[in-house]
């Protein structure tokens, strides 16, 4: 499927000699080892400086062989050194076609004279020098219209008044730099000079240190997270992922849902396009993948949902683990492609949902514990573990879980269980994005009295395993709740809707001209035209609106034709299609044989009072 | 989806400190490599024995710190060795939770003492020595049932004209061991001393060599050949991977497309369940990937299709790369967790067709006319490049190429176009594999006269870029083509049936007897009836075959209706079902706008002779 895509395609080339092109970076944690893992694939070899040395997680998958190593292979492929030292920096710089990172938090200055000194570091110092101080980074959005909460620079403690006077309480404080997983944010509820103190101490600071050191936010009524991962090319081609629901449990990523759940397919476009302008808004030398986290808020003025960004990271995101396994080209991959001056790889979706769980160290730093929810998941079909190969803490990012269905509904039960293995209570996760919330099909109709017959339909829904949700809504008595329903089920992850409706039949046809998905119409029977009145009702669309109709009074037939519709992406359901089909030419087969051997008569005389068509 | 399983799941944990299980590998070429990129998710870590040592290309992705390193690095990952060299494997096995291989090529006496000696070696020795000799493989697949072409043991060259006399010419000569990408087989069309001396010369052979070295097979008739790659762990569990059509070109696996095209389900699943059970018949210790290799032939006893097992190989296989980017899980993680005691992982694939094309060598030996068809790919979507860090020769296996979709139509151009660049003529493709030939929709009517009606469901496909195809199939004067039609439609890669009919209109219902695809009806308008006929003869079917009928007439409605069953695996297709929806909308309100603008009279007017319903 096409991805959001604003620029022409660049056009270089794989490097044609064997791992000729050679990628420095920066950090050595689990997203540089998921970097180093896709590389070979493109003929790119690594290698990286990280505090750790040997012991980091990318050191124990770059190659110990290839063209940057030397017959002692550890030393050349794994610097070791901090992130702002320069001499390290100049170090894994030395030979290789680019320079990238996998964190935020390094040295710009020593990027800056790697720059002069000719290496081609991307993305580039100066981006990241925007977005290293989140207050830089929000005056450039706000220079460049991109729209964000409302924030100010805390330069005194008079700032602070100003801003709870400003914005209201309570109120956001935030470390202008090195904040990472909500280390570096607190909330202050009152400007007490107490409060205030407690807060700066929360942070780490002392009244001496304001300065360029913090800066506020206003409180979001927001409904929920949203992350984008957007890639831009050394040309500035811009791509964005899908638009994922973010949860966060005590200010730690630990659940993405793709695509947003929930949010409207019009939402979800709005947040990619402003986290695509945003990372545009960083101009040249912004390449490579980005994550931006936006919040949908209630509209301050009155109107439906706002879209803010919240902040930029330069590089893969946690929110962007799920590419790997959903997604036509990993966000790993494609960093690498970028920064190398490759083309961009596709951003699409390859399925129709995903999730990913973080697995955490588990309080007790049990490593036995920390595991039972990536041991799970090898048992569980279309979930991926990738693991860090990090030692155990409480707390600690040890590796994460992907899961990928054809939709939401068929990621809810494996979600649910990791969910639970992770001690991650569904209660952390929005109402709406709970496991079980995520029907396939919904059966509607227009009054409790076609139940009897739209029960028909449940029925075959349940024998083929189908998620299902059943509800009354009425064209002529509920008009405001058929438009809501029709205009919603498609983002909230229905694939079929079946409508029953007797008589002057419009909910069928109704709800067909608000969604785009198939709509099965079951004409119910009626007392005074037997349901001709249905059928014509349903089955006499427009040019334009289909409804596919069954016969009157067919409900089994609607639930078949929705199973035979998900059949395009279900070979599974396919399959059981096919059986049920080999079960009705058994079951009449064997009528026959009795038949045969009967004769007509005796079968006759053995039906009794049953003898009546035994079809519709 | 589910994935074919003959036994209980195994249910042994990952490891719980850092990559404590440690996997060697005997033969470090591109399946260790992409074993190895594997490893680390698992928390895995992986030592290789090669020839090449430090060059292999495995040498280049094994990580150069952790537990089995020293601190010099690639000594002790890579054992630089023959496969045969006892010595060497006992060094590789060292400290190792599991010896596996990438290779049949090695030394089986040298592995049965490692076994000997504690090591713990998956696949076995015994299994091994089984698969290594091809004479072996045979007699013991033919004294477990498995269904094989015939064949017979040469040991003397009197038994050469024994076998031509028994399996008539031309006769298939093959050697016992060693063979690969067609080395080590010939074909013997004459009995002549010349033409034997000729043939056993091609094999490198001498007369004096028979004895145990060479064995014949019966000319088959084979329509193609199928590969089914099959994962069996430590207890015995076994899945199959979907089968394949497996297509080569000079003896060398050039193009594999999943599910293997144009064969019916039934057959697919034959060919699963006998590759299923070949694995099973080499018994315990038969642990890992194997890559099953089988014919489709005309049945030899007057029969339809027969499905004969070729060949065996105990390790992930080239005809299994599309596992990569298609399946659950891969080969090679599949392979790694079957060797490790780890449960099996899914089998089954998240995408509805994919394709694997290898990447030679150029002949020029240029490596850039080698990566024409890789630097290609790198800007398709859903095209994922691998490539092996090998140098390149002229014929060389230097990268593979998959790409994944939603059905075979949609591989098709990107597949037409790799097949270009990799200077692979489609005239090697069977007739029914080849791009293009894939249609989504299948648009078929009673009578050429119902087309002028059913061409307006062909401009919706049009419009929607659904690839189509239109045909003539009449339910009463044409009823075998009906049935033909309708059984291999699924196979053939349809996901949607619109069938157009009048009067007596049985065409949409009998299709949909016979196909687990919705089927859309048109009911065509009659000049006795006005479609009435057509409508009920449609619309009315029993329970267990529906048919989605819409308005008389309204084939428009028809093939908007198969987009929206498209939908369900397609959001392109819904986006643009939406945007469809919203030129509806545009359209009225400019008609309304106009209207206002002019009041009625004025517009009535203006509408002259096309003062008509627009309706239907």
């Not at 509920?478 to 694939?495: D, H, V």
């Not at 409508?499 to 004409?523: I, S």
Request: glycine share 10%; aromatic share 4%.
């Amino acid at each position: 499927m096409p991805s959001s895509s604003s620029s022409s395609s660049s056009s270089s080339s794989l490097p044609t000699t064997p791992n000729s092109l050679k990628v420095g970076c920066v950090g050595g944690g689990q997203l540089g080892r998921m970097m180093a893992l896709e590389a070979p694939r493109l003929n790119i070899s690594m290698r990286f400086l990280d505090p750790t040395g040997s012991d980091c997680p990318a050191a124990q998958v770059v190659g110990c062989s290839g063209p940057t190593s030397t017959p002692g292979g550890v030393s050349d492929r794994i610097v070791k050194g901090t992130l702002c030292d320069e001499d390290k920096l100049r170090e894994l710089g030395m030979g290789c076609d680019v320079v990238t990172m996998e964190i935020e938090h390094v040295g710009v200055e020593g990027l800056r004279k790697l720059e002069e000194e000719g290496v081609n570091v991307q993305p580039c110092s100066r981006v990241i020098g925007i977005i290293q101080d989140k207050f830089v980074q929000k005056e450039h959005f706000a220079k460049h219209g991109i729209p964000l909460p409302p924030y100010t620079n805390l330069p005194t403690i008079e700032s602070i008044h100003d801003a709870a006077l400003q914005f209201g309480l309570p109120l956001m404080l935030k470390s202008r730099k090195g904040a990472y997983d909500g280390r570096g944010n607190t909330v202050l509820k009152e400007t007490t000079p107490q409060a205030i103190a407690s807060a700066l101490d929360d942070l780490g600071l002392k009244e001496s240190d304001l300065g360029d050191t913090l800066y506020a936010e206003g409180w979001i009524k927001f409904q929920c997270e949203v992350a984008v991962m957007v890639v831009r090319s050394t040309t500035g081609e811009t791509r964005a992922y899908p638009a994922t629901s973010a949860i966060q449990t005590d200010s730690i990523c630990r659940v993405v849902l793709v695509p947003a759940r929930n949010v409207s397919a019009a939402i979800r476009h709005q947040c990619e396009q402003i986290a695509m302008r945003a990372i545009n808004a960083l101009g040249d030398g912004a390449t490579g993948v980005f994550g931006v986290e936006l919040f949908l808020a209630e509209g301050r003025h009155g109107g439906g949902t706002e879209v803010l960004l919240n902040e930029v990271a330069p590089r893969p995101h946690n929110t962007g683990h799920y590419t790997q396994d959903a997604c036509g080209t990993s966000q790993f991959e494609n960093h690498l492609r970028a920064v190398c001056g490759l083309p961009l790889g596709d951003t699409g979706l390859i399925c129709g949902a995903a999730a990913m769980v973080n697995v955490l160290g588990a309080s007790s730093g049990d490593i036995n514990d920390t595991m039972q929810g990536v041991n799970a998941a090898m048992s569980m079909p279309r979930a991926v573990v990738h693991w860090y190969g990090k030692g155990c803490r409480p707390g600690r990012k040890m590796g994460h879980i992907n899961i990928t269905a054809d939709s939401h509904a068929e990621i809810d039960a494996s979600l649910a269980e990791i969910l639970d293995l992770e001690r991650i209570s569904v209660d952390a996760l929005p109402e709406d994005c709970r496991p079980g919330k995520s029907p396939l099909v919904a059966v509607i109709m227009g009054s409790q009295s076609d139940l009897p017959t739209m029960q028909d339909a449940v029925n075959i829904l349940k024998e083929f395993g189908v998620p299902y949700e059943v509800d009354i809504v009425s064209a002529h008595r509920t008009p405001e709740k058929l438009m809501q329903y029709s205009r919603s089920a498609a983002s909230r992850g229905i694939q079929v809707i079946i409508a029953g409706a007797g008589g002057a039949a419009h909910l069928p046809g109704m709800v067909a001209a608000m969604t785009p998905l198939p709509v099965v119409g079951v004409p119910i029977k009626t007392s005074t035209l037997n349901g001709q009145d249905s059928l014509l009702s349903i089955v006499q669309m427009p040019r334009g609106v289909p409804v596919a109709t069954v016969a009157i009074g067919n409900a089994t037939n609607a639930g078949l034709l929705a199973v035979r519709c998900l059949c395009a992406s279900r070979p599974d359901l396919r399959d059981k299609m096919e059986e049920y089909q080999l079960n009705m030419k058994e079951a009449v087969d064997a009528t026959s044989e009795k038949l045969l051997a009967e004769g007509s008569d005796k079968y006759l005389e053995g039906m009794g009072n049953k003898n009546k068509s035994v079809n519709v």
